[in-house]
């Protein structure tokens, strides 16, 4: 098949046709499938957190222990869901630049410092976590065990996430070059 | 320029992103995410369409930027087989459903980037226009093409 033919081909396509109505339910957030992803995991999350938040005082003895555990903790729910906030605003603005090539550099930049605090603050939410569980805990054996399991899951929390950004931020870093 | 407007804009026009959805992803799930995420996309950059160039060239910039930006979802690769399945039920001529069905199998081998340029090439546009679209020099489409043009036509004379 020439090339000729290949354009040919091409200007012959028939595509769906979609309504007017369709397509204006398309400009609502409340209908777009990320958005609506991410706005779900943050209600879950906003909810379960404050109902971890306004029990755990009494419930973990977190009136028990140092003001600067309590604010730490505190501190390290906190931060997640702000950034997860952060990122239902990220999520909606992919274009960033004048041309293909300027929007994708710039986004590139906004999605590695946007990792890199996701993951500083999924290991702040573990530390709070951790700190405030163990603090002037007496360990034997078994809570050495059961310590050493949790920080190998947080530890395995913690690579898959670094992975996930790490191919997003490759497939993204080959887009950009590819046009150098 | 209100909704209204845009609407009308898009439903004309919107040819461009189906083609778009069709080579950038296999699965008609997908196809109609990403058709609603370019939508989405384009309605959040309207504001900043002054009409200085022609709106399908707009179109096209912002289709092709969310289609290689969106994150895809972790899916396993599996083999695509070219068919047509949500082409409307009309019957097409033979000989030119065979050719768009070779043209899709050979552009899906192309990698994301080259996909944008090769779009761009088959709807007429000149290297110039492809250029300033994209953001790279005529010299480097002129490359990209001739290299793309012999993938493409050793692909389709296999």
């Given at each position: 098949?020439?090339?000729?033919?290949?354009?040919?081909?091409?200007?012959?396509?028939?595509?769906?046709?979609?309504?007017?109505?369709?397509?204006?339910l398309m400009l609502s957030e409340n209908r777009h499938p990320v958005l609506k992803k991410i706005r779900m995991q943050l209600t879950i999350e906003i909810i379960g957190w404050s109902v971890?938040?306004?029990?755990?005082?009494?419930?973990?003895?977190?009136?028990?222990?140092?003001?600067?555990?309590?604010?730490?903790?505190?501190?390290?729910?906190l931060l997640p869901l702000i950034h997860n906030l952060m990122g239902y605003r990220f999520a909606k603005y992919l274009?960033?630049?004048?041309?293909?090539?300027?929007?994708?550099?710039?986004?590139?930049?906004?999605?590695?410092?946007y990792?890199?605090?996701s993951?500083?603050c999924?290991?702040?939410?573990?530390?709070?976590?951790?700190?405030?569980?163990?603090?002037?805990?007496?360990?034997?054996?078994?809570?050495?065990?059961?310590?050493?399991?949790?920080?190998?899951?947080?530890?395995?929390?913690?690579?898959?996430?670094?992975?996930?950004?790490?191919?997003?931020?490759?497939?993204?870093?080959?887009?950009?070059?590819?046009?150098? | 320029?209100?909704?209204?407007?845009?609407?009308?804009?898009?439903?004309?026009?919107?040819?461009?992103?189906?083609?778009?959805?069709?080579?950038?992803?296999?699965?008609?799930?997908?196809?109609e995410d990403?058709?609603q995420e370019?939508i989405f996309q384009?309605w959040k950059?309207?504001?900043?369409?002054?009409?200085?160039?022609?709106?399908?060239?707009?179109?096209?910039?912002?289709?092709?930027?969310?289609?290689?930006?969106v994150f895809?979802k972790?899916?396993?690769?599996?083999?695509?087989?070219?068919?047509?399945?949500?082409?409307?039920?009309?019957?097409?001529?033979?000989?030119?459903?065979?050719?768009?069905?070779?043209?899709?199998?050979?552009?899906?081998?192309?990698?994301?980037?080259?996909?944008?340029?090769?779009?761009?090439?088959?709807?007429?546009?000149?290297?110039?226009?492809?250029?300033?679209?994209?953001?790279?020099?005529?010299?480097?489409?002129?490359?990209?093409?001739?290299?793309?043009?012999?993938?493409?036509?050793?692909?389709?004379?296999?």
């Open positions: 098949m020439e090339l000729d033919e290949l354009k040919h081909a091409w200007g012959k396509i028939e595509t769906p046709i979609k309504s007017t109505d369709d397509i204006k971890f938040l306004i029990c755990y005082y009494t419930m973990f003895d977190g009136n028990h222990k140092p003001i600067w555990i309590n604010i730490t903790l505190i501190v390290s729910l274009v960033n630049g004048a041309t293909i090539k300027e929007s994708l550099k710039n986004y590139l930049s906004k999605v590695k410092i990792a890199t605090v993951i500083i999924r290991l702040f939410f573990m530390i709070g976590l951790l700190l405030f569980f163990t603090y002037e805990l007496s360990f034997n054996t078994k809570k050495y065990i059961s310590f050493a399991i949790i920080i190998l899951i947080f530890l395995i929390q913690l690579f898959i996430l670094y992975r996930l950004w790490a191919k997003r931020l490759n497939n993204l870093k080959d887009a950009v070059t590819a046009f150098d | 320029m209100d909704e209204a407007q845009f609407l009308a804009l898009i439903k004309e026009h919107q040819g461009i992103i189906h083609k778009i959805c069709r080579l950038y992803r296999e699965s008609k799930e997908d196809r990403l058709f370019i384009l950059a309207w504001p900043t369409f002054k009409g200085d160039a022609k709106i399908s060239t707009w179109i096209y910039r912002i289709a092709l930027n969310t289609a290689i930006a895809r972790n899916k396993p690769n599996i083999q695509y087989t070219p068919v047509l399945p949500e082409m409307p039920e009309q019957e097409q001529n033979e000989e030119l459903a065979l050719r768009q069905e070779q043209l899709f199998a050979a552009l899906k081998l192309l990698d994301d980037n080259e996909k944008a340029i090769i779009t761009l090439y088959l709807e007429d546009m000149n290297y110039q226009q492809i250029a300033e679209i994209i953001g790279i020099n005529e010299n480097y489409v002129g490359v990209k093409l001739n290299r793309m043009k012999n993938k493409i036509q050793k692909l389709l004379t296999k």
